[in-house]
């Protein structure tokens, strides 16, 4: 079964931190690198980090570098991303996202959450 579920995300604040997981089946974690995209009201949607199978390498929009971490945990079959120094222009819904290659090229993930919902006061 092919499947991905966000978790978390929720009402932040400007400067504070929150974190979303997606948790993804044992299918999607053996064979795909995962990404995360996200799509403010009104904007298109657009990256924000993926994560290659391995962990190893990892790649970030520069709109988010140095403030969010994307991580991912084998075993347990997630991906994390941790958001610090959150910003009002962070508000969007996440989604996460599995490819076979590590690119920040939506249309290169054949597999997509629902999304969930990020929103920073400010």
């Known amino acids: 079964q092919v499947s991905l579920e966000e978790f978390g995300g929720g009402l932040g604040q400007a400067g504070g931190s929150l974190s979303v997981a997606c948790a993804a089946s044992v299918y999607i974690f053996r064979w795909y690198d995962m990404g ?3 799509q403010a009201p009104g904007k298109e949607r657009e990256f924000v980090s993926a994560i290659h199978r391995s962990g190893d390498n ?3 929009a520069d709109s988010v570098k140095g403030r969010f971490t994307i991580s991912r945990d084998n075993a347990k079959k997630t991906v994390y991303l941790q958001m610090n120094s959150l910003k009002p222009e962070d508000t969007a819904v996440y989604f ?3 490819g076979p290659e ?11 959450g629902q999304g969930i919902q990020v929103t920073v006061s400010s």
Do not use: G, N, Q
């Not at 590590?102 to 054949?110: A, C, N, P, Q």
């Open 96 to 98: 996460c996202a599995a």
């Open 36 to 38: 995360w995209f996200r």
């Open 102 to 112: 590590l690119t920040i090229e939506s249309d290169s993930y054949r597999y997509w």
């Open 58 to 60: 990892k790649i970030y």
